[in-house]
């Protein structure tokens, strides 16, 4: 297999003993783990190779012509473009087009992620007449996208016309029985197949990618540095296997009760990469295994430089149980305004003086990375620079593949999620008990 280009860097030095002393784990311990793996390695070869989409082989089995096609039609006709989706059905695609989107795009990408009444009252004043409303969910029993998209029928048909609804609505969905495909039919909207994969897996398919194209996203570059990482992934050494090393360094830090992910953006954009990370890593990994054992690693964010002064003490001398990751982006040392050298006798401005905010910021990751490093608080930092594509593509595979390399050593299915049923069916009796109360029925 040919060496792949890589546009990320992956400083995983932090997490190992001989870096940070007693605080890392071993490299002898992770090497332990690889027989573990095997049975995975096996799985990935397969999933790559077959027809079907799986989350790994979606690099080269998602059309990205058909994509565009459809993607420049509706930046062509609509000037806005409105996502009802939840979980996975939204926040890939919200990643790419924040992060990457353009800035001065021709048509607005919106998401709608939440049912929250002050939230959605902004869908108010939208002028369907230039709108393209793009409905997700790989059930087509979502509750709250439902409910998103019954509320807004009627006022658009109020707009539009009921003979003009279906040419501003387009449909993703897997499950041909559900609701939102009936609704479809009914309707006459256009529905495009959700690949079977997981809705938390799935943003490099048509449910993450069409909006970032119409967004002004480089879906290219994300496919193609997301097959570098493919690559890479397959690999059979748990050494040069990106995701296998820093999942198993990351395992290992659990079994040290280290279960708390804590991942720091020293860069604002790359807030929405770990709004995705969350249910990735959260829906994931909590689960309950073999023998009974409740397992998983809660997902949270602290920002930087933000959170320094109001996160960092704790993560310095609380309870020893994070492992944080750094998200930064190396290019902001040759960026932003410089401090003007005229109070330098102001002993507070005296180090400031002359330098950029760019290279305040930089330096302030470094201080946070070494100060942890010297109290043996395990870290790494997964760099990328501003809007590249490429870079991003790496970054999604390597996050997914970690998360079924930790599934796998905990003993659990990464691609469930068995327990949330209960809060379904729940809310769907607590609707119920609503409706009687206030004589619906």
Aim: hydrophobic content about 40%.
């Amino acid at each position: 297999m040919s060496k792949s280009l890589s546009r990320l860097s992956i400083d995983n030095g932090n997490l190992f003993d001989k870096h940070i002393g007693n605080g890392g784990v071993s490299e002898e311990a992770l090497r332990a783990l690889s027989p573990r793996l095997d049975k995975l390695r096996q799985r990935c070869q397969q999933w790559v190779k077959q027809k079907d989409s799986t989350f790994l082989n979606l690099p080269i089995t998602t059309n990205l012509d058909q994509i565009k096609r459809k993607g420049q039609q509706i930046a062509n006709n609509y000037r806005r473009t409105v996502v009802f989706g939840i979980g996975g059905s939204s926040l890939g695609g919200e990643m790419l087009v924040r992060t990457l989107g353009s800035q001065e795009p021709a048509n607005t990408v919106e998401f709608y992620d939440n049912v929250d009444p002050s939230t959605l009252v902004a869908l108010d004043k939208v002028d369907w007449n230039e709108t393209m409303l793009l409905v997700v969910s790989k059930s087509g029993n979502t509750a709250e996208t439902l409910s998103q998209f019954l509320t807004m029928l009627p006022i658009m048909e109020h707009q539009l016309g009921s003979d003009k609804v279906k040419e501003h609505v387009l449909v993703i969905t897997e499950n041909t029985d559900g609701a939102l495909y009936q609704l479809a039919e009914r309707l006459e909207i256009e529905v495009i197949e959700h690949p079977p994969v997981g809705g938390r897996f799935s943003v490099l398919s048509v449910v993450g990618l069409l909006p970032a194209y119409v967004g002004g996203v480089d879906i290219d570059g994300v496919m193609e540095g997301a097959r570098s990482m493919m690559e890479r992934c397959l690999e059979s050494d748990i050494v040069t296997n990106p995701a296998f090393y820093n999942g198993a360094a990351q395992y290992l830090h659990a079994e040290r009760n280290r279960t708390i992910s804590v991942v720091m953006p020293y860069a604002d954009n790359l807030r929405f990469v770990v709004n995705w990370f969350r249910q990735l890593w959260a829906e994931s990994l909590g689960k309950i295994d073999a023998q009974g054992k409740n397992r998983g690693l809660t997902p949270t964010e602290a920002h930087g430089v933000t959170d320094q002064h109001s996160q960092l003490q704790l993560l310095l001398e609380g309870p020893d149980d994070k492992l944080v990751t750094f998200l930064s982006d190396p290019g902001f040392r040759f960026r932003g305004l410089r401090v003007p050298m005229r109070f330098q006798d102001i002993p507070a401005i005296a180090p400031l003086a002359g330098h950029t905010i760019g290279e305040l910021f930089v330096s302030e990751l470094k201080a946070t990375r070494t100060t942890l490093s010297r109290r043996g608080r395990p870290n790494r930092t997964l760099a990328l620079l501003e809007r590249d594509a490429y870079a991003l593509g790496e970054l999604i595979i390597l996050l997914e593949m970690e998360t079924v390399v930790v599934a796998e050593l905990m003993g659990i299915d990464a691609f469930d999620q068995p327990a949330v049923e209960e809060s379904k069916v729940l809310t769907r009796e607590y609707l119920g008990e609503l409706r009687s109360a206030t004589g619906l029925i």
